[in-house]
């Protein structure tokens, strides 16, 4: 019994005997498998899950790097000799002072570097203003063919020319010529270094050849693009007949270090030239140049020709194609002296029939003015090919963007030699009057970088050698953040051209996908808080060192918005430019046959004036005006000093300028008169009727306004930031000084509303003719002055200012003096 107990617990009674067949034991077998099969499925699902939720997580991060599904409009192809024989060459490094490139992503290089060996000698290569150079820039340059380029250094003149001539299957020949000349002719003879180069770019080859004197002759070399080709130098003219040579032949670890390479190059030399005394003349010349071990990094070949002679003088390099068979004559002398003819009378016959300056009453050095600004803008065409670097709520670092390539004006040569996306709008109402096909290359370039979702980066820093020439904090572009859309613009005035024509229907077929996306990306990442309000994303969120945290997102960035940002903003030039997004996006799907009746909708809306006026109108300020929590009573004040404890000692923190908010914010209108609140009347939103438009006409001609002898100032001289700084490094920029591009929609607008039948008809046209004389007379007098158009004019004075030469936007001059709007 005490066995039977141990067995059963003790308690367990016996089950009495039953005439029914006792029933199987439990399949205990099967209960562990299906618990198996749970914890598998389970697990499973668990899996699932982490595996869901790691491809969302992925697939938000790739999605700002995935580029539109749609074809591209221009073909990779489309930039090759083969396609493009015509734009294949080009002046296409608008940061160096002299140099060529072809239209592909790892192309063959050249440029020009000089050196003055007289007193303290100073290497000019990318376009710096600290060189203090009195002028540089393009008298003449088609776009195309040939450039005519005047540099003024310190005591002499440099003038570089080009010219292209067509034929073989890579692009054709071309040559430069370069020609220095004293500014005094009875000074002693100066000596000067003419340093020309050739680079690989990380692909192809060079191989340098040698004369019977041991002096480079000419360069051989292979590309992909290029096959093979010849670089000859010719025996310069000049100089006294004294000429000394010096060559490297070396490896670059990429193009932004070339300038480097050549000073860790140099070494006091002396030369037999005669100086005069027939003493011996020292100068500084190519010796060697040993680079550094970068195992695995891509290198290019580099090979150098430099010529030291007196002034004046005249040399050449030529370039020739070894599939250039049927050759006449070499591009030299006489026959490049004649090819440059040529084109010149050819640009000044077509300067002449596109713009008739000279029916306008201006006279010839203005139309030579009016003629190197263009020249500038065309001449500051780049071709760059990278990646950008980019960030999103999604990547918590920045990562790269699909490498591409991109074909565009710049704003300036020297501070901002790269592509920005709302400049480029303005950029192509000239170089669309000019050349169409130009703009419309452009236009096609810029909308093929538009990803998936519509958005494009703003600032395009492609490859090593622009990244080269940004501060780090201006590199990363948040895919959030949006810019005018000001291709608009310049796709509103290419559609109304006679000449748009096939060329312009294939764009639009190709283009139109990417355009509605585009235009669906700002009405769902830019919305307001009410319909049909916009509000710019990316605003600065430090409310502490800026006095009023800047938008460069709009295109304005110090412009006044509300002191302290926030979800209840609505930005009145935002919806403006969304309007003329929906008036243009109609008239292409009229074109094209498409069903445009949601842009015609959207169009009606946000130019319903009495809307508008709902949304915008500040009845206190008598102007259209942003709206968010703001308040006036904000200032910037030292703050005290204070004591910042490390790990081994304490010291004092400089006391820094600070915001100090003296009135809490509320939600209300944004009182700044200015740029913002012309918007309405900029983008002709405003009924010819409005009474509103004649409260702006009165504002714009109010010298204590908006009104200067020189043109409008960005903010009116009774705003409380009028000429206020930001921070305690950042000067005024949007607050007071004249901006020609936003001139040049003032006085378009004027040219409308004078020519529309109304009430305010003739006040307008009256304005219209005093800006005008006002703005070209006073950018006309500014060039002659100092050699330059200018990023901005100064509203008291009418002096440039900011970063010159500023030939993007400022370069509109030449619309305003042919009255072309």
């Given amino acids: 019994m005490t066995q039977e107990r141990r067995r059963h617990g003790g308690s367990e009674q016996r089950s009495p005997p039953s005439s029914r067949r006792p029933a199987p034991p439990a399949p205990r077998?099967?209960?562990?498998?299906?618990?198996?099969?749970?914890?598998?499925?389970s697990s499973c699902l668990v899996g699932l899950s982490a595996f869901w939720f790691s491809y969302v997580k992925w697939s938000q991060a790739m999605r700002p790097l995935t580029l539109h599904p749609s074809p591209r409009i221009l073909p990779p192809s489309s930039s090759s000799p083969a396609v493009s024989p015509s734009l294949f060459w080009g002046s296409y490094r608008p940061q160096v002072y002299f140099g060529m490139k072809t239209r592909s992503p790892r192309s063959v290089v050249t440029g020009l570097m000089w050196i003055s060996q007289s007193g303290t000698p100073s290497l000019r290569h990318t376009c710096e203003q600290s060189d203090g150079l009195a002028r540089y820039g393009w008298l003449m340059h088609d776009g195309v063919n040939f450039g005519v380029q005047e540099i003024k250094d310190k005591g002499y003149t440099l003038h570089t020319e080009f010219v292209k001539r067509p034929g073989g299957q890579h692009g054709g020949d071309w040559s430069w010529r370069i020609s220095g000349s004293p500014e005094d002719p009875s000074s002693p003879g100066r000596l000067v270094s003419l340093l020309f180069y050739v680079a690989t770019d990380g692909q192809g080859s060079l191989t340098p050849h040698m004369d019977g004197r041991g002096h480079l002759s000419h360069v051989t070399g292979t590309s992909e693009e290029l096959g093979g080709f010849t670089l000859r130098f010719p025996k310069p003219e000049g100089g006294d007949g004294n000429i000394s040579y010096n060559h490297l032949v070396?490896?670059?670890h990429g193009l932004h270090h070339i300038t480097d390479v050549v000073r860790s190059s140099m070494s006091n030399r002396f030369t037999h030239l005669s100086s005069g005394s027939g003493n011996k003349q020292r100068y500084f010349g190519l010796d060697t140049y040993r680079p550094p071990p970068q195992p695995g990094s891509d290198h290019s070949q580099l090979v150098i020709h430099q010529v030291t002679m007196y002034l004046p003088f005249q040399i050449e390099m030529l370039f020739e194609s070894d599939s250039f068979l049927q050759r006449p004559v070499s591009l030299s002398g006489r026959a490049l002296t004649t090819e440059l003819e040529k084109h010149r009378r050819n640009m000044a016959e077509h300067f002449q029939k596109t713009f008739q300056l000279e029916e306008k009453g201006f006279i010839p050095e203005q139309v030579a003015f009016s003629q190197a600004a263009l020249s500038n803008m065309l001449g500051g065409m780049g071709y760059f090919y990278g990646s950008s670097l980019i960030q999103s709520q999604h990547n918590p670092e920045p990562v790269?963007?699909?490498?591409?390539?991109?074909?565009?004006?710049?704003p300036s040569r020297s501070f901002f030699p790269r592509g920005f996306l709302w400049d480029e709008g303005f950029h192509l109402l000239l170089i669309a009057r000019w050349n169409p096909t130009l703009a419309w290359q452009s236009l096609s370039h810029w909308l093929d970088l538009m990803n998936a979702d519509g958005w494009i980066p703003r600032e395009q820093i492609l490859g090593p050698e622009s990244r080269s020439k940004v501060p780090a904090e201006f590199v990363i572009q948040w895919d959030e953040n949006a810019n005018p859309p000001t291709l608009f613009l310049a796709l509103r005035q290419l559609l109304e051209s006679k000449d748009a024509g096939v060329e312009g229907l294939r764009f639009l077929r190709l283009a139109f996908p990417r355009l509605q996306t585009w235009y669906n990306w700002f009405n769902e990442t830019q919305n307001g808080p009410l319909p049909y309000t916009y509000r710019w994303r990316g605003?600065?969120?430090?409310?502490?060192?800026?006095?009023?945290?800047?938008?460069?997102?709009s295109g304005l960035d110090d412009y006044p918005r509300a002191s302290h940002p926030s979800d209840d903003e609505r930005h009145v030039d935002l919806r403006c430019w969304m309007a003329l997004a929906s008036e243009v996006m109609a008239d292409i799907c009229k074109l094209l046959g498409e069903d445009g009746s949601r842009y015609k909708e959207s169009q009606m809306a946000l130019s319903d004036n009495s809307l508008l006026d709902q949304l915008h109108w500040a009845e206190k300020l008598g102007a259209y005006a942003d709206y968010g929590n703001h308040t006036q009573r904000v200032v910037l004040e030292r703050e005290r000093p204070r004591a910042v404890t490390g790990q081994n000692s304490q010291t004092v923190s400089p006391p820094g300028l600070i915001r100090v908010v003296r009135k809490p914010p509320k939600l209300q209108f944004v009182r700044a008169l200015g740029y913002v609140s012309l918007f309405p009347f900029?983008?002709?939103?405003?009924?010819?009727?409005?009474?509103?438009?004649?409260?702006?006409?009165?504002?714009?001609?109010?010298?204590?306004?908006?009104?200067?002898?020189?043109?409008?100032?960005?903010?009116?001289?009774?705003?409380?930031?009028?000429?206020?700084?930001?921070?305690?490094?950042?000067?005024?920029?949007?607050?007071?000084?004249?901006?020609?591009?936003?001139?040049?929609?003032?006085?378009?607008?004027?040219?409308?509303?004078?020519q529309i039948e109304g009430p305010h008809q003739n006040r307008a046209a009256s304005l219209y003719r005093e800006l005008r004389v006002n703005l070209v007379a006073n950018l006309y007098r500014q060039y002659k002055e100092t050699g330059y158009l200018w990023e901005q004019y100064n509203d008291q004075t009418g002096r440039g200012q900011g970063c010159f030469p500023f030939t993007g936007w400022s370069s509109l001059v030449v619309l305003v003096m042919a009255e072309e709007y």
Wanted: charged share 20%; hydrophobic share 35%; proline share 8%.
């Fill in 539 to 553: 605003r600065d969120k430090d409310t502490v060192r800026f006095l009023n945290p800047k938008t460069l997102t």
């Fill in 682 to 754: 900029l983008l002709q939103i405003l009924s010819p009727n409005s009474p509103r438009l004649g409260h702006l006409l009165e504002d714009l001609r109010d010298a204590d306004k908006l009104w200067t002898p020189y043109g409008i100032r960005s903010l009116s001289k009774s705003s409380s930031l009028y000429m206020q700084r930001n921070t305690e490094h950042d000067l005024p920029y949007w607050r007071g000084p004249i901006w020609i591009n936003m001139n040049y929609l003032v006085l378009r607008a004027l040219h409308k509303y004078g």
């Fill in 250 to 252: 070396t490896v670059c």
């Fill in 400 to 410: 790269a963007y699909p490498p591409s390539p991109l074909y565009t004006a710049v």
């Fill in 29 to 41: 077998r099967n209960i562990v498998s299906n618990s198996v099969v749970l914890v598998v499925i």
